[in-house]
């Protein structure tokens, strides 16, 4: 079977939360296969889909390799990182992805979550306003992500 077909089924199952259907679909290609960028990026959203934030690291580190002017990668290895080993060690990888993606809501946006769970709520309020500067479907986001609920609960700043 073409890998671009297979590669669908795979898409396909984890479009309908059939996540063991795309697991075992994804273990029928060959290694060479597997090794491919857009099987990597379907093994990111597999592992994610999985809850397998160590995999899930893995693979977003070899992917963000591959393909570092896509900033999903890295926003994707954080959240791995966040589950798998630390805050801090996840806020490294947003710092470095910053340089790279400085105009992307997504890492602005975490990275205020993470300075709000740090208890930094000025270097928070900055962060998640600069996100919704950028992308404004983000100030939906901040009055509900249990993250932000320190921020929320302070009062404006002065």
């Known amino acids: 079977m073409q890998l671009k077909w297979r590669l669908s089924h795979v898409e396909g199952y984890l479009g309908l939360g059939m996540v063991r259907a795309a697991a075992a679909e994804f273990k029928l290609l060959s290694a060479t296969e597997r090794d491919t960028t857009p099987a990597l990026a379907l093994r990111v959203a597999l592992c994610q889909e999985q809850h397998d934030w160590p995999a899930l690291r893995d693979a977003s580190i070899a992917l963000v390799q591959r393909v570092p002017g896509e900033a999903g ?29 400085p105009a992307e809501p997504t890492i602005q946006f975490n990275l ?39 921020l929320r609960s302070a009062p404006p700043a002065a």
């Open 73 to 101: 990668g890295w926003i994707t290895w954080a959240y791995a990182v966040r589950r798998a080993e630390s805050l801090a060690a996840a806020e490294e990888i947003l710092r470095l992805a910053e340089t790279k993606h």
């Open 112 to 150: 205020g979550c993470y300075a709000c769970l740090n208890g930094d709520l000025a270097e928070a309020r900055r962060r998640v306003d600069r996100a919704i500067a950028l992308d404004p479907s983000f100030r939906a986001l901040a009055g509900t992500d249990p993250d932000l609920a320190a």
